[in-house]
């Protein structure tokens, strides 16, 4: 039926679909999983991922909230210290920094806190990343606010199988987990992904290609502009390895150093701004960890230190394919 696209019989979806489909499953199956957030009931979430999930699970497991930030984020902790399993949506991630509060004085601190005598297992899905035209507040990468602060993991998918299986970990995990999911890819693909409650394991990166010359290191909207970078950079005779970090926090440096090791360059992508993002702590562990393989200096090809610009800039800000191949020409030609 076409209210719920998850279950329309076709094991082709996108990525805000397997959103859908992930939250479905784990609802279906363990009782303690509900869901709450601004017009994620009736409507379905503003990009309707929650789309279908009242009318199968009914009021009382999936709530519609007040437009309060500070309290979707407190219920969802009160109720995680109390043996549930919420997972909440914060409309755009442009509107998190209300629940920053809680996140970082309650949900990181609770198992430390009570000596571990409770934890914190919730998941705070939020929209990310620009690309839909969207006016300010609606494009925010908020993913190194969240990873520099203890106790708290940071999911980032890149692809429908990515999203369902890594979704179905984080609200298995017992600690909390900030999820957030890239508008710009919600729907750009489709990908067969079996609903066989199969999590994916977090805290890894994935390698998506294999090369021999540079190591071009992404997360979320950013690895798709890396993968048609290695398509260009192999037709001029460059391997790229392309790996998709998936976790930011805790981040898996063990897979990033032992590509470097092989390709010996290494080239960061990310859409949220330069100054402290989330590269240069990649960057600073492969200067600590790994400098003895690198052959040239790591490149960050990022958005810009500026707010995200409106509809008719946005393309310039976003990490374009030629700004990345240029940065691997750079270090190619680095001696």
């Known amino acids: 039926m076409t209210r719920n696209p998850a279950h329309s019989g076709s094991t082709a979806i996108t990525l805000v679909e397997a959103v859908n489909r ?5 609802m279906a199956h363990d009782e303690r999983v509900l869901v709450f ?5 009736r409507d379905g979430g503003v990009f309707r991922a929650t789309l279908g999930l009242l009318e199968r699970f009914g009021p009382e497991r999936v709530l519609d909230t007040p437009l309060s930030e500070t309290l979707i984020a407190g219920m969802a902790i009160g109720m995680a210290a109390q043996g549930l399993r919420p997972v909440a949506e914060i409309q755009f991630s442009g509107f998190i920094y209300p629940a920053l509060d809680q996140i970082v004085n309650h949900a990181g601190r609770l198992r430390t806190r009570t000596q571990g005598r409770l934890s914190c297992p919730l998941v705070l899905r939020s929209p990310c990343g620009g690309g839909i035209r969207a006016p300010e507040h609606h494009s925010e990468s908020v993913e190194t606010f969240f990873a520099h602060i203890p106790g708290i993991r940071v999911v980032m998918p890149s692809t429908p199988a990515r999203a369902y299986g890594l979704l179905l970990a984080a609200i298995r995990d017992p600690d909390p987990v900030v999820f957030l999911e890239p508008t710009r890819i919600y729907r750009l693909v489709k990908q067969d ?47 790229a390895e392309v790996i998709d ?3 930011l926090k805790p981040l898996d440096m063990g897979t990033i150093l032992e590509s470097v090791a092989r390709t010996g360059r290494c080239v960061i992508v990310h859409e949220a701004a330069r100054e402290a993002g989330f590269g240069a702590e990649i960057a600073a562990r492969l200067a600590e960890e790994g400098l003895l393989h690198l052959l040239a200096p790591v490149r960050r090809v990022t958005g810009y230190d500026c707010v995200m ?5 946005e393309q310039h800000y976003i990490p374009s394919v030629a700004r990345i191949v240029a940065a691997v020409r750079r270090v190619m030609e680095y001696s």
């Not at 957030?37 to 009931?41: A, M, Q, R, S």
């Open 22 to 26: 992930a939250l479905a499953w784990e």
């Open 37 to 41: 957030g601004e017009d994620v009931g």
């Open 193 to 239: 992904v079996p609903d066989d409650g199969q999590a994916l394991p977090l805290d890894v990166c994935y390698t998506l290609r294999e090369g021999r010359d540079v190591t071009l290191v992404g997360w979320g909207a950013a690895l798709h502009e890396c993968l048609q970078a290695a398509d260009a950079l192999a037709g001029a005779g460059i391997s």
């Open 245 to 247: 970090v998936a976790t």
């Open 309 to 313: 610009p409106l509809a008719r800039l």
